[in-house]
């Protein structure tokens, strides 16, 4: 069977949220240090102790926004411990991530300097865990103060004068979890108290995000929302791809068997349903979708590679990775309605992570190709899409064999995201481009991303097994597109 497809060019579901494409770096493993943050001494060429290699990397993803510190790591943040002199800053130990020795280096100048080289927008999360209200208050103070006061002296003192802008403030993290281990009822009144002092100075004006629910924990969300959705600007939901059993294996991130691409396929497109069902929750009590939800952790998570600390959840990162990006970033795309950000976990040496790191190398992973192609469809309007597609069986069930998203830019283009998720066929494909200002298609143009072994990656050995391609295959009939798609495929069509 083939693959029939209708967009509508002329049908715009709403904008896509550029945040959709947002990071997540947290103090875990080898994120921060070494992956981000070298220090100012460090032989490997850095800005103001930022590596150069990995800015300019991520500067070409188009990165919206950046959430820090964690995680997990943020319920046990205090951020006062990681200000002023570097040489006198509290060293205290990662309790949730190896164990390791935290020097408190890396804290809020560094991570909003990074933002500005990134020019992207900082998503702070804080400590309710084992936090303060006042701590959290005079963290924001501290931040976005323009004026005489006790964190803001402090903060020219160390530095700055200027207050940061700060948009985005998450309330706690994981407070089903490592958050607090709390009851969706205690923690939305913890919620409902801490928020009030997260407060507006001058014209800055903060977007609170409340920690939301574990997977398909759906009374959490209900209860939330119920409780506290009129005192929260967006709503946050955890969700990772994992073939095996969180606990019991995860699976190899390189090492893995057909059923396990099936498995992990299957459970990427997941994410659709859990958008879904959460959003009806949420539309139960905002009708208007005033609240955004906020996907700020979602990925692949598979167990650590042979030899590396398990507490760093250091994992390499294949062709099987960037389809599980492909598909989530079209599902976030076509329900962009809802889904006003996400944050894929993390952004180096950790879970489904941009880049690589070792020493002074750096690799870019197959994921970063996915982001480099989807950067596309930032702050452009979602198209209606129709589409009738085969499907690729597994041992006991199947699920679409094509999954894809379409935007139309400013510019009247459109950008087609579209990915063969079987591992063993090729999918024949056909576009009807409807809606048209010119009723015909003039110009196209394609990238694909693809690999002939479903465990191919990138490797410091051979830093471009996997990476992006013209493709040549694309025939145009006035307003229709036909191709076949490899296996194992993400692509990107332009058409105008």
């Given at each position: 069977?083939?693959?029939?497809?209708?967009?509508?060019?002329d049908?715009?579901?709403?904008?896509?949220?550029?945040?959709?494409?947002?990071?997540?770096?947290e103090?875990?493993?080898?994120?921060?240090?070494?992956?981000?943050?070298?220090?100012?001494?460090?032989?490997?060429?850095n800005?103001?102790?930022?590596?150069?290699?990995?800015?300019?990397?991520?500067?070409?993803?188009?990165?919206?926004?950046?959430?820090w510190p964690?995680?997990?790591?943020?319920?046990?943040?205090?951020?006062?411990?990681?200000?002023?002199?570097?040489?006198?800053?509290?060293?205290?130990?990662?309790?949730?991530?190896?164990?390791?020795?935290?020097?408190?280096?890396?804290?809020?100048?560094?991570?909003?300097?990074?933002?500005?080289?990134?020019?992207?927008?900082?998503?702070?999360?804080?400590?309710v865990?084992?936090?303060?209200?006042?701590?959290?208050?005079?963290?924001?103070?501290?931040?976005?103060?323009?004026?005489?006061?006790?964190?803001?002296?402090?903060?020219?003192?160390?530095?700055?004068?200027?207050?940061?802008?700060?948009?985005?403030?998450?309330?706690?993290?994981?407070?089903?979890?490592?958050?607090?281990?709390?009851?969706p009822?205690?923690?939305a009144?913890?919620?409902?108290?801490?928020?009030?002092?997260?407060?507006?100075?001058?014209?800055?004006?903060?977007?609170?995000?409340?920690?939301?629910?574990?997977?398909?924990?759906?009374?959490?969300?209900?209860?939330?929302?119920?409780?506290?959705?009129?005192?929260?600007?967006g709503?946050?939901?955890?969700?990772?791809?994992?073939?095996?059993?969180?606990?019991?294996?995860?699976?190899?991130?390189?090492?893995?068997?057909?059923?396990?691409?099936?498995?992990?396929?299957?459970?990427?497109?997941?994410?659709?349903?859990?958008?879904?069902?959460?959003?009806?929750?949420?539309?139960?009590?905002?009708?208007?979708?005033?609240?955004?939800?906020?996907?700020?952790?979602?990925?692949?998570w598979?167990?650590?590679?042979?030899?590396?600390?398990?507490?760093?959840?250091?994992?390499?990162n294949?062709?099987?990775?960037?389809?599980?990006?492909s598909?989530?970033?079209?599902?976030?795309?076509?329900?962009?309605?809802?889904?006003?950000m996400?944050?894929?976990?993390?952004?180096?040496?950790?879970?489904?992570?941009?880049?690589?790191?070792?020493?002074?190398?750096?690799?870019?992973?197959?994921?970063?190709?996915v982001?480099?192609?989807?950067?596309?469809?930032?702050?452009?309007?979602?198209?209606?899409?129709?589409?009738?597609?085969?499907?690729?069986?597994?041992?006991?069930?199947?699920?679409?064999?094509?999954?894809?998203?379409?935007?139309?830019?400013?510019?009247?283009?459109?950008?087609?995201?579209?990915?063969?998720?079987?591992?063993?066929d090729?999918?024949?494909?056909?576009?009807?481009?409807?809606?048209?200002?010119?009723?015909?298609?003039?110009?196209?143009?394609?990238?694909?991303?693809?690999?002939?072994?479903?465990?191919?990656?990138?490797?410091?050995?051979?830093?471009?097994?996997?990476?992006?391609?013209?493709?040549?295959?694309?025939?145009?009939?006035?307003?229709?597109?036909?191709?076949?798609?490899?296996?194992?495929?993400?692509?990107?069509?332009?058409?105008?």
């Amino acid at each position: 069977m083939g693959n029939s497809i209708i967009i509508n060019a002329d049908i715009e579901k709403g904008k896509i949220n550029k945040n959709i494409y947002g990071h997540f770096a947290e103090h875990l493993g080898r994120c921060i240090y070494e992956g981000i943050w070298v220090g100012e001494d460090s032989a490997i060429p850095n800005t103001k102790g930022i590596r150069n290699d990995v800015l300019q990397a991520l500067k070409n993803l188009n990165i919206p926004v950046l959430r820090w510190p964690g995680g997990c790591f943020a319920d046990e943040y205090h951020w006062k411990d990681g200000v002023g002199p570097r040489e006198n800053r509290k060293r205290m130990v990662n309790t949730h991530w190896g164990g390791v020795v935290e020097n408190n280096h890396f804290g809020t100048h560094e991570f909003m300097l990074l933002c500005e080289l990134l020019e992207c927008e900082p998503y702070i999360c804080g400590n309710v865990g084992s936090g303060t209200v006042q701590e959290m208050s005079e963290w924001v103070e501290y931040m976005t103060f323009d004026g005489e006061s006790p964190m803001a002296n402090w903060r020219s003192e160390n530095g700055r004068e200027e207050p940061w802008k700060l948009t985005y403030f998450g309330v706690g993290n994981e407070n089903w979890g490592c958050g607090g281990n709390m009851r969706p009822e205690y923690y939305a009144d913890l919620y409902r108290q801490f928020q009030t002092y997260v407060r507006n100075y001058g014209d800055n004006k903060i977007y609170k995000i409340a920690g939301g629910a574990n997977v398909d924990d759906y009374n959490w969300t209900e209860v939330l929302m119920r409780t506290a959705g009129r005192f929260m600007d967006g709503l946050s939901l955890h969700y990772y791809t994992i073939p095996g059993d969180f606990w019991l294996g995860k699976g190899s991130a390189t090492d893995f068997t057909e059923d396990e691409w099936f498995t992990t396929m299957k459970k990427a497109l997941h994410m659709d349903e859990l958008v879904t069902k959460h959003g009806t929750i949420m539309d139960k009590y905002d009708p208007e979708k005033r609240v955004g939800m906020i996907v700020d952790e979602w990925g692949t998570w598979f167990d650590v590679e042979p030899g590396t600390n398990p507490g760093f959840l250091y994992q390499q990162n294949t062709i099987r990775d960037a389809l599980v990006a492909s598909i989530t970033l079209n599902i976030f795309n076509n329900h962009c309605d809802r889904v006003q950000m996400a944050n894929i976990a993390q952004t180096v040496n950790v879970l489904q992570a941009m880049v690589l790191t070792e020493g002074e190398n750096m690799i870019l992973t197959p994921t970063y190709h996915v982001f480099d192609m989807y950067k596309v469809h930032q702050d452009a309007a979602c198209l209606t899409v129709e589409a009738a597609t085969s499907t690729f069986k597994g041992k006991e069930e199947e699920i679409p064999s094509v999954h894809l998203s379409a935007s139309k830019n400013t510019k009247g283009e459109v950008n087609i995201t579209l990915c063969n998720v079987s591992n063993q066929d090729s999918a024949p494909v056909t576009i009807e481009l409807r809606g048209l200002l010119d009723k015909n298609v003039t110009q196209v143009r394609g990238k694909i991303l693809t690999s002939e072994n479903m465990n191919d990656r990138n490797t410091f050995e051979d830093p471009n097994a996997v990476e992006p391609a013209v493709f040549e295959g694309l025939n145009v009939n006035e307003n229709e597109l036909s191709f076949e798609i490899p296996p194992m495929s993400v692509l990107l069509i332009t058409a105008s």
